[in-house]
């Protein structure tokens, strides 16, 4: 399975189809929309509720990046605790995005809902499991901050949690109910299946070449064709490939790996999270693990399943296996691919004012699916209306950060080398 090592779950149990074609002919639109994830489709459906005319671009195909390669948590707030945004934020945007974010996924699980989304949606929660002793202090003190809110978050000792997960090697978790898990592909192409629905003129494989704002009219163009419009929006996150300093945004990126396994025989799953949360842990290399709707029991971890560690991250993946359930030393993995994630410095989403009439979002630093859909619901909305203060942080003028690449370099060596302390240990 190694040498097979991009075999993407999502695209092979994907129920909702995407069947546009490439742009062949020049448009004109109220808003073009670059990116066919979980924000630019999300902004797809929210404009094309409102009346707009709307144009969405996508170099590949619709969920080709990220949003299609997720791990499939629905997660409320962010990865930082209210304490540490508010500290960044000030009291006024950082009680807004504590808020707004902690009603997410509630705003995912209703889209899902109302458009019948087929994507094994599960609101049944999540576990943040705490990897050692001071992970389980740490979440002794996200559950303080979490009071203040009055997020409606339980920490479990050491045994509820070993019933939950249906494994020994925890010390402790933080249950959210607000949160879930879904099969992120099909929810991504269900969302412009929707905006399509309204409307929505959605183009695949038409990679945006340049973007020109020329006597107020913003002109997209691809190889072949371009879109005007009088609004833009640019929902690349990780995956920005447009040339341009006065359009593009400057931040780090870490690959997130996964690999699953052949559907579970219901005599290893009865034990195995019973109640079906997602989880992930508290470790600084994190990892992930939940079971799909057939029964899969697919782990994740920071790290690239394709690059130069990928040898020693498939071995910390079997081990990690075998250490959560020792029953299923048998097991082994049929799917393994990876994606993309943007981070930004502080660990913040950013909406970049893309001189008048654009904006661009990103760095939801892995917690792409209520982020997203959040600010693309968001910023569709504001642009189509003009008001602004739809938006869930105020929007900035530029971002750029230094020595990204080394960063991003930085990022992968540490996770092959914990991963193969780890192997050695596990």
């Known amino acids: ?230 609004l833009l929006l640019l929902a690349l996150n990780a995956y920005q490939d447009i040339e341009d300093k006065k359009i593009s945004q400057q931040f780090s990126t870490v690959y997130y790996s996964q690999f699953s396994t052949k559907p579970l025989s219901s005599n290893k799953l009865s034990s195995i999270l019973p109640q079906k949360e997602g989880c992930w842990d508290t470790a600084t290399i994190m990892s992930s693990f939940r079971i799909d709707k057939s029964g899969r029991l697919i782990i994740g971890t920071m790290g690239a399943a394709q690059g130069f560690g990928k040898k020693i991250h498939y071995s910390w993946a079997k081990k990690k296996l075998q250490s959560l359930f020792p029953f299923l030393l048998d097991v082994e993995f049929d799917h393994i691919w990876q994606g993309k994630i943007a981070m930004t410095k502080d660990h913040i989403p950013k909406i970049v004012n893309l001189r008048e009439n654009g904006l661009s979002s990103f760095g939801y630093s892995g917690r792409g699916i209520a982020p997203g859909t959040l600010f693309g619901t968001s910023m569709g909305k504001a642009l189509i209306t003009g008001n602004y203060s739809f938006l869930p942080i105020d929007p900035i003028q530029n971002y750029r950060e230094s020595l990204t690449r080394e960063k991003t370099f930085a990022f992968e060596l540490g996770a092959t080398i914990n991963h193969a302390i780890q192997s050695i240990r596990l």
């Open 1 to 230: 399975m190694l040498a097979n090592s991009e075999n993407n779950l999502w695209e092979t149990t994907c129920n909702e189809k995407s069947n546009y074609g490439a742009l062949k002919n020049n448009e004109t639109s109220d808003l073009t929309i670059v990116g066919g994830g979980f924000t630019g489709c999300s902004a797809a459906l929210e404009a094309t509720s409102l009346g707009a005319k709307v144009t969405l671009l996508e170099a590949n195909d619709i969920g080709f990046g990220g949003s299609g390669r997720n791990v499939g948590l629905v997660n409320a707030g962010l990865w930082l605790p209210p304490k540490k945004i508010l500290e960044i934020l000030g009291k006024r945007q950082g009680q807004s995005i504590i808020s707004e974010l902690g009603k997410a996924p509630e705003l995912v699980f209703s889209i899902i809902e109302k458009n019948n989304i087929d994507c094994e949606a599960q609101k049944h929660g999540t576990l943040h499991c705490a990897h050692s002793g001071k992970g389980m202090d740490y979440l002794a003190k996200r559950k303080d901050q979490a009071d203040i809110y009055n997020e409606p978050i339980s920490l479990l000792d050491k045994n509820e949690t070993d019933q939950r997960t249906g494994s020994t090697s925890f010390y402790g978790a933080l249950f959210d109910p607000r949160a879930g898990t879904i099969q992120p592909l099909a929810y991504c192409k269900g969302l412009a299946r929707a905006a399509a629905s309204l409307g929505a003129r959605i183009y695949t494989n038409s990679k945006v070449k340049k973007i020109e704002k020329i006597n107020g009219t913003w002109h997209v163009r691809t190889e072949t064709n371009t879109i005007k419009s009088k």
